[in-house]
């Protein structure tokens, strides 16, 4: 198996200024491409560190792939430290250069000489484009083993690997076909997920992880044989098939959006304690404009009378968190909106807010199918941001459920 390193550099990781999500996203389309990553670490923006790090890495695996560090402003080392773990010059690369130019007169930005700096690449580096900024990226050798340096922001790094550095890395190693997978399921503690995966039990050659993720529970399976890779991940569905959400890459508001779609349904939200979360999520997905029709964030009572038709009566006698109010927002989100499906949601996100009668995380949903209405109580644990996503994702988990049997 080909063995990988990652460095994400920057000082501002030490000091929480950013969180670092890249190595996350390289990680996982290095173990679907077939190559294994054996180690993931922070760098600050030391030139020593950096470069005893980077000759580590190179001397122990095949690539090392860096995210970081190369703009134009003092503290962007990467070129430099990677040019002395390989044992070579810097030089100023004429390509670099020009794509660093013709972006910048393009934003109407005047050239410093601090951009020049950015063209300073190790000797005989090969170039990686870059169409979102002017970080080009750079592939270096040492020996046997290579070194892929890409732009630290997100959107630029993505691109960048996806259309250039995998294409190099099959292009210098024979990987294996690999079979990977995340098989989602909603709606059971995460014990019980462990149990049937003991109970099935994990063939030889396979892996298999379990991750929580506010709501949504995802079992990735990774393997060679896919035989085995296909058994083992059926058995797990069908075995808890009633928990099921959907499997790959398409995240829960995705399969919701696509199923609306497929069934030609429509959808609209009455929105309190989430404010906002639910249309959020639905709008994040390309398409989503063809299913949502709207939502009201009631927020206030005032708009849950006003807007939704809640009477104030029911606001006063069973409160904004009930089995009541939960109905009659339902209610007024079809009245305004006349969807297929709608659904609604009120509750004590904290941290402040709860009394003993009514605690924190005291969550209150209601969806209506169809003129199949369904309405549930519901105890969320975490804090503020846990308890608002469990509870859009409850709803959509539900929805989708309710949709296969329709």
């Given at each position: ?59 122990e ?53 601090s ?12 170039l990686?484009?870059n169409?979102?900024?002017t970080a ?21 790094m ?8 995998i ?33 099935v039990?994990?063939p ?6 379990i991750?929580?993720?506010?709501g ?12 085995k ?11 808890l ?14 399969i ?18 989430t404010?906002?979360?639910l ?13 949502f ?20 009566e ?10 009541e ?5 339902l ?10 499906v ?16 009514k ?13 199949d ?29 309710r949709?296969?049997?329709?």
């Open positions: 198996m080909i063995k990988s390193a990652i460095v994400a550099v920057g000082s501002e990781i030490f000091t929480g200024s950013i969180v670092d999500t890249n190595s996350a996203y390289l990680a996982k389309r290095l173990n679907e491409i077939g190559v294994n990553v054996e180690t993931i670490m922070p760098v600050p923006d030391d030139l020593e560190k950096m470069v005893r790090h980077f000759e580590r890495c190179l001397s695996c095949d690539i090392l792939i860096t995210t970081g560090g190369l703009g134009p402003t003092f503290d962007d080392l990467t070129a430099e430290a990677i040019a002395k773990a390989v044992g070579v010059e810097l030089e100023f690369n004429e390509t670099a250069y020009r794509h660093i130019e013709g972006l910048l007169l393009k934003r109407g930005v005047s050239i410093k000489e951009h020049k700096r950015q063209a300073l690449l190790p000797k005989d580096a090969h990686l484009p169409s979102k900024g080009m990226g750079f592939v270096c050798q040492k020996g046997k083993s290579f070194s892929i340096s890409l732009p630290g922001i997100p959107y630029e993505k691109p960048m690997f996806e259309d250039y550095a294409p190099f890395i099959r292009g210098k190693f024979s990987l294996p076909e690999i079979f990977m997978d995340d098989i989602k399921f909603a709606g059971l503690p995460e014990s019980d997920v462990d149990e049937v995966i003991r109970e039990g994990i030889d050659g396979l892996e298999c992880i991750n929580v993720a506010k949504e529970i995802i079992v990735r399976v990774k393997g060679i044989d896919k035989s890779f296909e058994s083992f991940v059926e058995n797990i569905i069908g075995k098939k009633q928990y099921y959400i959907g499997r790959g890459n398409e995240s829960i508001s995705a919701l959006v696509r199923m609306l779609r497929e069934s030609g349904k429509t959808i609209s939200f009455a929105e309190s304690c404010g906002g979360l249309s959020k999520m639905i709008t994040d997905i390309p398409g989503s404009s063809l299913v029709k709207g939502a009201v964030v009631s927020y206030a009572n005032e708009i849950k009378n006003t807007v939704l038709g809640v009477d104030e029911i606001l006063k006698t069973f409160g904004a968190v009930s089995k109010t939960v109905l009659e927002m209610k007024g989100c079809k009245r305004v909106f006349n969807t297929d709608a659904a609604a949601v009120t509750g004590i996100a904290g941290p402040d807010g709860g009394t003993q009668e605690p924190v995380g005291l969550v209150w949903t209601a969806i209506d199918i169809c003129g209405v369904e309405v549930k109580e519901h105890l969320f644990s975490g804090d503020r941001e846990v308890i608002r996503e469990r509870s859009a994702k409850y709803i959509f988990d539900s929805v989708i459920k949709l296969r049997k329709l």
